[in-house]
């Protein structure tokens, strides 16, 4: 076992789209287990845009994160020293952990995954919080019925791409939103989604739209807010229902004047529609409810997920700053080891 590891800390407050500086690496000593904990070994860590809003000293649903301490977020790891009986060395769990190769975590902040259903990283996404809200958010706000037409923009990306597999199954024409070509026919060729746009192509984004949705739209789930969001709303039908996930067109804007468009609520009025804004721990009690249907879903093979897997401890603030330019398909995750003990 090593005795000093590194960490990933905030070094500064971003301004705008974030950069490398705002990154610390520091060398730390590898932390011993007290009464109650377990020493775990990173695997994988998620990276997701809202944590750029944690980067920011405001009031939000979630603590910001601290200057000069680490940065943490959904961490599959490896128990590599034996629990109080609740884990044993080599088992696999799931927890929020810190940045940094080594961690020394509560028994009871861990969970134990089961890796015969599907690969340990996968319980970063698609059977993991990414799955999750994808399902509660559609299947609780957008709630899609058979004919009916849902637009998901952010579609290739690890929530959208899940949503729009739930909408087919659901019996919906589905409609993504994507940013360059592969991911077009990623959503057509592999999810069998009914259209696909990529905006950074089309000279009218409303002309394709309305194009790809002749009958409206009964669903918008979105996921990035600004312009492409302008353009859905004037295609909105009656009882439209829009689930608000994300608004990642906006995380970098310096100040609230740079993200001002188009009022909603004349259109909201008019088509009587219900647009609602959710966090996935809201729907805790019933996580189990969703993690059963989508273990059912993927075992029956109606669900299929993309990740776009970056290696190295090292390269975690590359693949950050990556999902702001649309790099990557899916989940994006960092692997940062193997496991000790084999299986």
């Given at each position: 076992?090593?005795?000093?590891?590194?960490?990933?800390?905030?070094?500064?407050?971003?301004?705008?789209?974030?950069?490398?500086?705002?990154?610390?690496?520091?060398?730390?000593?590898?932390?011993?287990?007290?009464?109650?904990?377990?020493?775990?070994?990173?695997?994988?860590?998620?990276?997701?845009?809202?944590?750029?809003?944690?980067?920011?000293?405001?009031?939000?649903?979630?603590?910001?994160?601290a200057?000069?301490?680490?940065?943490?977020?959904?961490?599959?790891?490896?128990?590599?020293?034996?629990?109080?009986?609740?884990?044993?060395?080599?088992?696999i769990?799931?927890?929020?952990?810190?940045?940094?190769?080594?961690?020394?975590?509560?028994?009871?902040?861990?969970?134990?995954i089961?890796?015969?259903?599907?690969?340990?990283?996968?319980?970063?996404?698609?059977?993991?919080?990414?799955?999750?809200?994808?399902?509660?958010?559609?299947?609780?706000?957008?709630?899609?019925?058979?004919?009916?037409?849902?637009?998901?923009?952010?579609?290739?990306?690890?929530?959208?791409?899940?949503?729009?597999?739930?909408?087919?199954?659901?019996?919906?024409?589905?409609v993504?939103?994507?940013?360059?070509?592969?991911?077009?026919?990623?959503?057509?060729d592999?999810?069998?989604?009914?259209?696909?746009?990529?905006?950074?192509?089309?000279?009218?984004?409303q002309?394709?739209?309305?194009?790809?949705?002749?009958?409206?739209?009964?669903?918008y789930?979105?996921?990035?807010?600004?312009?492409?969001?302008?353009?859905?709303?004037?295609?909105?039908?009656?009882?439209?229902?829009?689930?608000?996930?994300?608004?990642?067109?906006?995380?970098?804007?310096?100040?609230?004047?740079?993200?001002?468009?188009?009022?909603?609520?004349?259109?909201?009025?008019?088509?009587?529609?219900?647009?609602?804004?959710?966090?996935?721990?809201?729907?805790?009690?019933?996580?189990?409810?969703?993690a059963?249907?989508?273990?059912?879903?993927?075992?029956?093979?109606?669900?299929?997920?993309?990740?776009?897997?970056?290696?190295?401890?090292?390269?975690?603030?590359?693949?950050?700053?990556?999902?702001?330019?649309?790099?990557?398909?899916?989940?994006?995750?960092?692997?940062?080891?193997?496991?000790?003990?084999?299986?």
């Amino acid at each position: 076992m090593p005795e000093s590891q590194q960490q990933i800390q905030l070094a500064r407050r971003p301004q705008g789209v974030p950069k490398h500086e705002d990154f610390r690496f520091e060398t730390i000593s590898v932390p011993k287990p007290k009464q109650g904990e377990v020493l775990v070994k990173t695997l994988y860590v998620s990276v997701d845009p809202y944590m750029r809003g944690r980067m920011q000293n405001t009031k939000s649903y979630v603590e910001p994160f601290a200057l000069d301490e680490a940065l943490s977020g959904g961490v599959i790891a490896e128990v590599v020293s034996d629990g109080d009986g609740q884990f044993k060395k080599g088992d696999i769990v799931i927890g929020n952990l810190n940045w940094q190769e080594y961690s020394a975590a509560s028994e009871s902040a861990l969970r134990k995954i089961d890796t015969s259903i599907a690969p340990a990283s996968a319980y970063l996404g698609i059977l993991g919080m990414t799955g999750l809200t994808a399902y509660f958010g559609l299947m609780d706000i957008g709630r899609p019925k058979q004919g009916e037409t849902v637009v998901i923009s952010g579609a290739a990306g690890a929530v959208g791409s899940t949503v729009g597999q739930i909408a087919k199954i659901k019996g919906a024409r589905v409609v993504g939103i994507a940013g360059s070509d592969e991911k077009i026919a990623y959503l057509k060729d592999e999810l069998q989604f009914d259209e696909a746009i990529n905006y950074k192509t089309e000279d009218d984004i409303q002309k394709a739209l309305a194009d790809a949705c002749p009958d409206g739209v009964d669903v918008y789930f979105d996921n990035v807010g600004g312009p492409i969001s302008d353009s859905v709303m004037n295609l909105l039908n009656e009882f439209a229902r829009i689930p608000v996930c994300g608004a990642i067109s906006s995380y970098n804007a310096e100040s609230e004047k740079d993200d001002m468009g188009p009022r909603v609520q004349s259109k909201l009025i008019k088509t009587k529609a219900l647009m609602q804004g959710f966090i996935v721990s809201d729907y805790s009690e019933r996580f189990p409810e969703g993690a059963k249907q989508l273990a059912e879903w993927l075992k029956d093979g109606k669900l299929h997920y993309e990740e776009t897997i970056t290696e190295g401890f090292d390269k975690i603030p590359d693949a950050f700053l990556g999902l702001f330019q649309g790099k990557n398909k899916g989940k994006q995750l960092i692997k940062v080891s193997e496991p000790s003990v084999k299986k």
